[in-house]
């Protein structure tokens, strides 16, 4: 595969902001974050609007010195530059509503995640500039790395050039939120989207059930629960393996371990057979994640995820993960160990 280019403040001209009208709408994790990075790196406050309803995170914003608006057809109407830094599951309504039908044709929107635009679901207008700027990071540490002078990972790409200036204005907002400081990786909303939800879907899933079949496995042999939840994760040692493999390599820090764990690991890794476990990953991406399904199946069921109880689909998932041998075990043992932990 090819190497993606990286791009670094010095590809980047801030120029192309000037004079524009910047809205982002929402000041929350990501918002708060970026508008205040933008305006410390010289965008003036004037050319700022924080479009939000009226609630605390609006509070935020008016308290931190930035001119505040409500009326979101208004804010529309004026932006340059619209960031889109509201929760993904309310963008297409807030957006497709209450933005889209007030935006210059000229306007470039910029998102943070690529799902709502790879699954085409925000109304663009085909003059229109989209681009991705999309933080690997949670909001309060691209303020506080920024605040302190260095930079963070950043996805950068440009999924739609109406005007042709869609490119320097993509890298001029990621100078502006301190994205080129440590250097922004030229990605795609599919490539984002791919990756973001075949961790959730297909990694993560199976690493859960891997912690819940070796726990059962172990339980049955007769390890106590309090021993099995210390060693395998209370212990913050998965934490710490998975900060080394950040900072070393992901093999590489098996060094750290004893000899017989390192052997163990190693020749284990090797003698498993894959093949199972790529095609199962395989039928994730391309036949749920890249082909819309699980959005589909997702958008069907979002309405429900505001209701209380068992009629909220993520209650139901939880209740039944916590009846597993491992689930039982934790709350037990956390019952008992109660002001230790
Ligand atoms: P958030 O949950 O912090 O958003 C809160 C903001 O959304 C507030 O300003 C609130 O007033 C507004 N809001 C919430 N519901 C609303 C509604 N129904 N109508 C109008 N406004 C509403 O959002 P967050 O986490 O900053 O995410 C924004 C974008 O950034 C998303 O696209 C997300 O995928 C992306 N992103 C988030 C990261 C994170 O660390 N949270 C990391 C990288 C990208």
Redesign the pocket.
């Known amino acids: 595969m090819p190497s993606a280019k990286i791009y670094y403040d010095t590809d980047a001209d801030l120029g192309v902001l000037s004079d524009k009208i910047v809205v982002f709408?929402?000041?929350?994790?990501?918002?708060?974050?970026q508008a205040q990075n933008l305006r410390d790196s010289g965008v003036p406050n004037d050319k700022i609007v924080?479009a939000?309803?009226p609630?605390?995170?609006?509070e935020d914003?008016k308290s931190r010195g930035f001119n505040v608006e409500h009326d979101?057809p208004k804010a529309a109407k004026v932006a340059d530059i619209l960031f889109?830094?509201?929760?993904?599951q309310?963008?297409p309504?807030?957006f497709n509503e209450e933005f889209a039908p007030s935006l210059k044709p000229d306007v470039a929107i910029v998102?943070?995640?690529g799902?709502?635009v790879y699954y085409k679901l925000l109304n663009f207008k085909p003059t229109q500039d989209v681009v991705m700027v999309?933080?690997?990071?949670?909001?309060s540490?691209?303020r506080s790395l920024f605040e302190k002078g260095k930079g963070f990972p950043c996805f950068v790409s440009v999924e739609q050039d109406g005007t042709h200036k869609g490119f320097p204005i993509a890298l001029a907002l990621s100078l502006a939120i301190g994205a080129t400081k440590a250097g922004a990786i030229a990605s795609s909303a599919r490539e984002e989207t791919a990756m973001d939800l075949f961790a959730e879907q297909a990694l993560w899933p199976n690493i859960i059930l891997l912690f819940k079949e070796a726990f059962g496995v172990l339980q049955e042999a007769g390890c106590s629960d309090e021993a099995l939840c210390y060693e395998m994760w209370m212990s913050k040692e998965p934490a710490e393996i998975f900060e080394r493999a950040a900072e070393e390599g992901f093999i590489t820090q098996l060094k750290h371990h004893s000899t017989v764990s390192q052997y163990g690991q190693l020749n284990g890794a090797l003698k498993l057979d894959g093949s199972t476990i790529r095609s199962h990953f395989k039928e994730i991406l391309y036949n749920r994640v890249l082909n819309g399904k699980f959005q589909r199946e997702f958008s069907a069921i979002e309405a429900d995820l505001e209701k209380e109880g068992d009629a909220n689909p993520l209650n139901k998932l939880y209740t039944e993960h916590g009846k597993s041998e491992l689930g039982e075990a934790e709350s037990r043992v956390r019952a008992r160990l109660a002001g230790l932990l």
């Open positions: 709408l929402g000041f929350g994790n990501q918002g708060a974050a924080i939000n309803r609630d605390s995170y609006a914003a979101f889109l830094l509201i929760p993904d309310v963008q309504r807030v998102v943070a995640s799902y709502n999309a933080p690997r990071m949670i909001g540490s691209v």
